[in-house]
């Protein structure tokens, strides 16, 4: 039987390099597959396939069986965690998902225990899928950040400039930290569940990292990230995570790094290699190709995948995207990709 740690990705987390290095993609489970589209139009609706441990379960075993992924990673959405704080979530086809924007975190409810029972079917498909996957494998789980949930809960709905979240956080700095360490603590709270419930290491999406001043980058997105590490580690202090602050400046990613702790940083596109060679002497780095050569394939595929590889040989490094798998992905173009990384 494999143990935890001496999973390949387990391993990288732990700072040691892996060749050819271990790959899995963000949204590796989804609408460019037609058996996740099949059982999509069985289940009638994303929030029921997310809170059905047999479908969650099965849609995140597909993109396994199809490439043999390295890693997979949990079904499920990152408002679930606002769902366990008594705000209800809704998801409209070809619109996404949408709350009541709150403006005072009294909005929020429940406490830990509360927390952890509203969110039971998503434990419940860690463990089946523990015992489902291979032992080789790697199972994520993940929980949005609490900046990126805060401007969930201020707007509504996604933002392009995190314009309720900002304004709410210059008005009331106060009530805003409130918020932020509200969500945290269930964020913290959700982390540890899937910990306990088989998941390996787990991953914060900070979607909405980009664009904060450096202060409110400092105070938003890596003071309550650290936050959240230390929680984690309290409890639980061999636990692996994985930050991704998305669209953060190459100063940014480096401040994230050394002042939330976490194991390894997945960074976007636009980070350049040579960067990327350089910053994992100061953490695993996870990245970061984009999907748009993916969705692309062919030699501009083959030219990107080995510009990335030439840059990480020899450094703790997980290949990954810059953001997720678009809709309009071939398979094949999938598979290319695994294979040429396999090959490395």
């Known amino acids: 039987m494999v143990k935890t740690e001496e999973r390949t990705v387990v ?17 590796q489970a989804g609408r460019y597959l037609p058996e996740y589209r ?23 075993l597909q993109p396994i069986r199809r490439f043999g992924f390295d890693a997979a990673i949990l079904f499920s959405d990152i408002l679930v965690v606002p769902y ?25 409810t429940g406490a830990q225990a509360q927390w ?46 995190q ?3 900002k304004l709410w956080a210059y008005r009331d700095p106060d009530g805003f ?20 419930a088989g998941a390996d290491a787990v991953q914060l999406f900070d979607s909405w990292a980009g664009g904060l001043t450096e202060d409110g980058y400092a105070r938003w997105v890596v003071k309550p990230t650290r936050r959240i590490v230390d929680r984690i580690h309290a409890v639980r202090p061999g636990a692996k995570i994985i930050g991704f602050p998305r669209a953060s400046t190459l100063a940014g990613y480096k401040l994230y790094a050394v002042g939330t702790k976490v194991d390894a940083v997945s960074v ?41 590889l030439n840059a990480m040989r020899g450094k ?12 309009e992905t071939p398979l094949e173009n999938v598979a290319r990709l695994v294979q040429r990384v396999r090959q490395a």
Not at 13 to 26: D, E, F, T, Y
Not at 38 to 60: D, V, Y
Request: charged residues 15%; glycine residues 8%; hydrophobic residues 50%.
């Open 11 to 27: 391993q990288v987390l732990s700072g040691r390099a892996a060749w050819p290095p271990p790959v899995w993609l963000m949204r």
């Open 316 to 327: 703790p490094f997980i290949f990954n995207l810059g953001h997720g798998v678009l809709p």
């Open 177 to 196: 930290q409130q918020l932020i360490d509200r969500v945290g603590d269930c964020v913290a709270a959700h982390l540890i569940a899937q910990l306990d």
């Open 38 to 60: 099949a059982l999509r139009q069985k289940a009638g609706s994303f929030w029921a396939m997310c809170m059905n441990p047999e479908m969650a379960a099965e849609i995140t």
């Open 116 to 161: 952890v029972e509203a969110l039971a079917p998503v434990y419940e498909t860690l463990r089946n899928l523990r015992v489902a996957l291979e032992p080789k494998t790697t199972l994520l789980g993940f929980a949005g950040a609490p900046w990126t949930l805060a401007t969930y809960l201020a707007e509504g709905h996604g933002s392009s400039d």
């Open 163 to 165: 314009r309720a979240a």
């Open 84 to 108: 366990a704080m008594g705000v209800p979530v809704t998801f409209e086809e070809g619109v996404g998902p949408s709350l009541p924007p709150i403006a005072t975190v009294d909005a929020l």
């Open 268 to 308: 976007d596109t636009a980070a350049p290699q040579s960067w990327m060679s350089g910053f994992a002497e100061v953490t695993t780095v996870q990245g970061n190709l984009d999907p748009l050569v993916l969705m692309t394939g062919g030699a501009a595929l083959d030219i990107a995948v080995d510009e990335i």
